[in-house]
Structure formats: structure tokens, C-alpha cells
């Protein structure tokens, strides 16, 4: 079975600067899929970047970017220049590739509580 | 953009209760997702659908559980006797394929409170 952990509940920062945020995960597939959603006092699940296992390049999505170390199972969130905005719960998630019939489940961590002070 | 969109928004109900929530998936997806989210810990999976029957269930989706596509464009999960432990956020989600490069969209949940 597949685990993703966030060991880190909560984190600040100051608008206009850069967080990183952490996850780590086990799995012994070789194929796979790493995801950060991001979650608003709103509730609503926001998918904020997608990265695939068997690519090299780290995912970007503007101010969105992910530091990907496989062998170490490591799948940062990096968010440059922050906004007040980007206040929320970030989910890290674990997809499982198609082809092992799971149906695409996602698999999360306990999230982290991101704060954008002013 | 297209939108997944569950209702209602918020449910109060009695301790026993038989509960339906309702969604409206993506009009051409083919996946169908229902996560839960008790507050303040993760999202957790609870089933998965596709083709008219349910592909995958987590040990959570226990008997009380059940969950129908009665007209090809609602997905309804329903709850038959509801425990205050059922209180949580619930999450609809769908995907247009099973592959990983088709991303999720989730619904905006509804919020189940159990009295």
C-alpha cells in the first residue's frame, strides 16, 4: 500500500516570499503520479500542479513548482512570491498508474497549514 | 470550465437518518469518485465507479454505504443509518479517463453534520 506523510501541520510566510512545502511517500511502483491540491477556507479541492514519475523535468505552474527526487521519494511544493491568496490547506496525493486496475485513486497526505501573512 | 457540482452544501441530520448526496459529474467523464473528509485529518478515498458498478471500495465504504448513477448524470452516495461518526466533508470527483494524465475535478463537498 502506498503512504504519502507531511510531517510539517502548519507554516508562515510573508507575502512576496518563497515556502517550501514538504512530502514524502513510499511505494514500490516504478509508475506513478504525485499531485498537490490545494484547499481554501472554502473547502473546495484545487489541483495546483501534477507530476509525473517518469519524467525527469520538475512540473511548473507559474509560481508553482515541485523539486521531484525519486529515489529519494521526495515531492517538494515550492511557492515563489506569495499571495495572500495562496493562504490554505495543501494536500500532497498519490495516484497509482492505470494499468495496475486501481481505478486512479488518490492516495493523501494529512496536508499542511499554509498562512500568507500581509 | 466545466464544473462538478454536488448537493446541498450542508446537511444536518439525525443520528439513524438515511442521507443522499447528490452530484453531477463532468457530462463527458466516465470516472466517479466519492471521497470523505472528517475535519481537521486527510481526504480519504471511499469508493470508485465506472461503467455502471463499482470499481474499487476502501474499507471505510461498509454496508451502510451505497452509491447509484440513477440517470446518467447524477451520482449519488447514500448513507442508510447515519452515526455522529459520519459527520465529514464529502467530495465528489470525476475524470473524463483512467489514465493519470486526466486530472480530477472535485465538487465543492458537502458538508455532513450528524446530530
Known amino acids: 500500500a502506498q503512504t504519502v506523510t507531511q510531517s510539517q501541520p502548519e507554516m508562515s510566510v510573508q507575502e512576496a516570499e518563497t515556502v517550501t512545502l514538504s512530502c514524502t511517500y513510499d511505494t514500490s511502483e516504478s509508475n506513478y503520479y504525485l499531485f498537490w491540491y490545494k484547499q481554501p477556507p472554502s473547502r473546495q479541492m484545487i489541483l495546483v500542479i501534477r507530476?509525473?514519475?517518469?519524467?525527469?523535468q520538475n512540473a511548473t505552474e507559474n509560481r508553482f513548482s515541485v523539486n521531484f527526487q525519486k529515489a529519494a521519494k521526495s515531492f517538494s511544493l515550492k511557492i515563489s512570491d506569495s499571495q495572500l491568496g495562496d493562504t490554505a490547506m495543501y494536500f500532497c496525493a498519490f495516484m497509482k498508474p492505470f494499468s495496475t486496475g486501481a481505478n486512479s485513486k488518490l492516495t493523501f497526505g494529512k496536508g499542511i497549514t499554509l498562512s500568507v501573512r500581509p | 470550465e466545466p464544473e462538478v457540482t454536488q448537493t446541498p452544501s450542508h446537511q444536518v441530520t439525525q443520528m439513524g437518518q438515511e442521507v443522499i448526496l447528490r452530484c453531477v459529474p463532468i457530462s463527458n467523464h466516465l470516472y466517479f469518485y466519492w471521497y470523505r473528509q472528517i475535519l481537521g485529518q486527510k481526504v480519504e478515498f471511499l469508493v470508485s465507479f465506472y461503467n455502471n458498478e463499482i470499481s474499487e471500495k476502501s474499507e471505510i465504504f461498509d454496508d451502510q454505504f451505497s452509491v447509484e448513477r440513477p440517470d446518467g448524470s447524477n451520482f449519488t452516495l447514500k448513507i442508510r443509518s447515519t452515526k455522529l461518526e459520519d459527520s465529514a466533508m464529502y467530495f465528489c470527483a470525476s475524470k473524463f479517463s483512467d489514465r493519470g494524465n486526466y486530472g480530477y475535478t472535485f465538487g465543492s463537498g458537502t458538508r455532513l453534520t450528524v446530530v
Open positions: 507530476q509525473e514519475a517518469y519524467k525527469q
